[in-house]
C-alpha cells in the first residue's frame, strides 16, 4: 500500500501543479477544463469445496481473495494544451505468482507490471510527449497491442511524420521450480526492452507513406534464475515500409511491406555467415532467421455498396513485435463486399477466398489449404419484424500422406419481433445456430460434430412501472462420436428504478447441463446489487454474487464410478463495490 500512496501523490500534484501553471498564465487569457473520471474497486473473493481437500482437488480458485483498483483518469485542456492521464493500477501482484520468499514487488516492478496503467501524452500543436505506459500501434506488421513501459514523443510538422518510443514491454520473473513453489512453479520471463520508430509524409486522412523500425531485446542478465526452455532469451528486428491512400472518390489502397531479423536463442553463438546481419541494431546468431511479408489492400467504396480485395502473404520466419500470436508460413487471398438494397431494409455483408498453409515447403504434399467463406443478411421486413440471417465456412485440406480434411460450417436465424400498446412494449428474440464438423484422417475414421444452439429473449417495458426486466431461456446440444452433451439454462434479471438516483438490480440463473451416460450437472447462480448516484458526478456501485455449482457423477469423467463420496459441489460467492467521479 506504501506505493500505492506514493504514486497517488505523485499523480494529484502533478495534476494540481500542471493546473497551477495554466492558471496563471492569465495573459493569455487560457481556457482551462478538466474532465475524466476517477475511482476506486474492492472485491472480495471467497470459495467453499465439498468435499473441502480431495485429493485430486476438482476445482481451483479463479481470482484473489481481496483486490483493489485505482482508475484515475483526467483530461486538461486548454487553449493550447491538451494532457489526458491513463492511469489504472492495483497494489496486488497480480500478473504472477508471489516467489516463495515473499519478497514484494519493488518500484520499477509495480510501474512496469503489465496489469498496470501509468501514462500521459501531453500534446501541444503538432507535438505530442509520450511518458509511461502506451499502447501503441504503427502498423499490422511492427508492433500494435502490447504495452511498453517507457518514453517517446510524435511529431507532425507540416506533411512530415515522426515517432519514437523507447521503453520495457516484459519484466524480468525468475524462475522457480515446482519443488519450491508447487504445483507447477513459475516459468519466469526475461526483461524484454523495446525502442520503436516511424519516419514519412501524409496528410490526413488523404495518403501516408513511410518506414516503420521496431527492435525488440531480451536481457539474458535481468533474472537470477533463467526460465527453462522453451523460454529461450529473444532478439527482433523489423523494418517495414507502409503506405495509404484515399481518394475522393472512394477509392482505398493500403500496401505494406516488411521484413524481420529474428534470434530465437541468444545464447547460441554469433554466425560464421552472418546472412541475417542488420548492423548495427541486430548480430546474427546460429538461431536468427529472416523472413518477409507482405499485406495488400483496395476497395471501391459508395454510399449503397463497396467491394474490395485483400492479399497476405506471411513468411515462416516472420515475427513481429507486437502480434505475438500471428500466424505465419502462410498465404491468403480475400474478396469482400457488402450492399444496401429494397429501400435500406436489406443489408448484405460477405467475402470469400482462400488460404495456403506450410508454403515454405513450394513443392510437395505439405501445402495445406483452406476456404474461408461467410455471408450476413439483415432484412427489416416491416416495422415490427426483423431477420439476420449469417453462414460461415471453413474447409481445411492437406493432401499426402496424411489426408487430413475438415470442414467447418455454421448457419444462424435471428428473427426479432416487436409490439406495444399504451401500457407497455414488448420484445421477443429467437436465435438458433447450427454448427457441423467434420474431419477425416486416413486411415482413421470420420469425426463428426453437430452442435445446435436455441435461445429465447423476452424484453417487456412498462411505461408507467419502475421495473425492467427480462427472461432468457437456452438450449445448448452438442453430440460427437464419443459424447453427447445437453444443456438447459434459465436466466432472469430486473432492474427496479426506486428513485431518479437509486436503483436496484438483481439475476437469478439456473442451468442443467448433461453429458450422456452421466447424471445432470446443476448450477444455479444469483446476484444482487445496487446504483447510487450519491451527488452530481459521484456514483456508488455494489454487487453481490453467489455460485452454487453441484457436479453430476460425471467427475472426474473417466468412469460411472464416482471418485469422490456423494456429489461434490462448490460455492462461489464474490462482493464488489467501488466509487466513481466524473468531473
Known amino acids: ?31 482551462i477544463s478538466l474532465s475524466g473520471e476517477m475511482g476506486i474497486t474492492y472485491e472480495y473473493y471467497g470459495l467453499d469445496k465439498s468435499p473441502e481437500t480431495p485429493v485430486p482437488d476438482f476445482y481451483a480458485p479463479r481470482k484473489p481473495w481481496n483486490y483493489f483498483r485505482y482508475l484515475f483518469n483526467p483530461v486538461i485542456s486548454t487553449n493550447k494544451w491538451l494532457i489526458p492521464f491513463n492511469i489504472s493500477f492495483s497494489p496486488t501482484q497480480n500478473n504472477f505468482l508471489t516467489p516463495p520468499t515473499g519478497r514484494r514487488q519493488n518500484l520499477w516492478e509495480f510501474l512496469t507490471n503489465p496489469a498496470n496503467n501509468f501514462g500521459v501524452s501531453p500534446k501541444i500543436g503538432t507535438t505530442e510527449i509520450l511518458l509511461g505506459t502506451q499502447t501503441l500501434k504503427y502498423s499490422d506488421l511492427s508492433t500494435g497491442d502490447i504495452g511498453v513501459f517507457g518514453y517517446g514523443v510524435n511529431l507532425s510538422p507540416g506533411r512530415f511524420r515522426f515517432k519514437i518510443f523507447n521503453g520495457v514491454s516484459q519484466r524480468g520473473v525468475n524462475y522457480v521450480s515446482p519443488l519450491n513453489f508447487p504445483p507447477n512453479g513459475i516459468t519466469g520471463a526475461y526483461k524484454r526492452n523495446q525502442w520503436m520508430a516511424q519516419v514519412g509524409v501524409g496528410k490526413e486522412g488523404v495518403y501516408f507513406a513511410g518506414f516503420n523500425f521496431v527492435r525488440s531485446s531480451d536481457v539474458i542478465s535481468s533474472v537470477s534464475s533463467p526460465p527453462l526452455p522453451p523460454v529461450e532469451p529473444q532478439q527482433n528486428m523489423i523494418v517495414s515500409f507502409l503506405t495509404t491512400a484515399s481518394t475522393a472518390n472512394g477509392w482505398n489502397f493500403n500496401a505494406e511491406l516488411g521484413q524481420s531479423f529474428h534470434t530465437l536463442n541468444l545464447n547460441d553463438p554469433l554466425s560464421v555467415t552472418p546472412l541475417a546481419d542488420f548492423k548495427p ?20 467504396k459508395k454510399k449503397e455498396w463497396e467491394i474490395g480485395a485483400k492479399f497476405n502473404y506471411i513468411g515462416a520466419g516472420y515475427y513481429t513485435a507486437g502480434y505475438p500470436f500471428m500466424g505465419t508460413d502462410r498465404m491468403e487471398y480475400l474478396l469482400n463486399t457488402h450492399f444496401n438494397a429494397w429501400k435500406k431494409k436489406l443489408n448484405v455483408v460477405g467475402s470469400v477466398g482462400q488460404r495456403f498453409g506450410n508454403i515454405s515447403h513450394l513443392s510437395g504434399p505439405q501445402i495445406t489449404t483452406q476456404i474461408v467463406a461467410n455471408v450476413n443478411v439483415f432484412a427489416q421486413f416491416s416495422d415490427h419484424f426483423t431477420l439476420n440471417t449469417s453462414f460461415n ?75 425492467n426486466p427480462d427472461f432468457s431461456l437456452m438450449w445448448f446440444h452438442n453430440k460427437t462420436q464419443l459424447i453427447e452433451l445437453r444443456l438447459w439454462n434459465f436466466s432472469g434479471d430486473v432492474i427496479w428504478n426506486l428513485t431518479k438516483v437509486f436503483n436496484l438490480k438483481g439475476q437469478l440463473q439456473y442451468a442443467l447441463s448433461a453429458t450422456s451416460p452421466f447424471t445432470s450437472d446443476k448450477n444455479l447462480l444469483t446476484t444482487v446489487g445496487f446504483n447510487w448516484q450519491l451527488y452530481k458526478k459521484l456514483s456508488w456501485q455494489f454487487s453481490a454474487t453467489a455460485n452454487l455449482y453441484r457436479y453430476g457423477s460425471e467427475l472426474p469423467g473417466s468412469s460411472l464410478t464416482p471418485v469422490y463420496p456423494g456429489e461434490p459441489q462448490y460455492l462461489e460467492s464474490s462482493v464488489r463495490t467501488g466509487l466513481n467521479y466524473r468531473f
Not at 495534476?15 to 501553471?21: H, L, N
Request: glycine share 4%.
Open 281 to 300: 541494431f541486430i548480430k546474427s546468431h546460429t538461431s536468427t532467421v529472416k523472413d518477409n511479408a507482405v499485406m495488400l489492400g483496395i476497395d471501391k
Open 1 to 31: 500500500m506504501k506505493i500505492t500512496v506514493i504514486i497517488l501523490l505523485i499523480v494529484t500534484v502533478l495534476v494540481m501543479s500542471t493546473c497551477r501553471v495554466f492558471a496563471q498564465d492569465t495573459r493569455n487569457q487560457q481556457k
Open 393 to 467: 465456412n471453413y474447409g481445411f485440406n492437406a493432401p499426402g500422406t496424411s489426408a487430413y480434411k475438415s470442414v467447418s460450417n455454421e448457419l444462424s436465424l435471428n428473427p426479432v419481433y416487436t409490439w406495444a400498446n399504451s401500457k407497455m412494449s414488448n420484445m421477443l428474440s429467437g436465435t438458433y445456430t447450427q454448427s457441423r464438423y467434420d474431419e477425416t484422417i486416413f486411415p482413421a475414421p470420420v469425426t463428426h460434430n453437430d452442435t445446435k444452439t436455441v435461445l429465447l429473449l423476452y424484453v417487456p417495458s412498462f411505461f408507467n412501472s419502475k421495473l
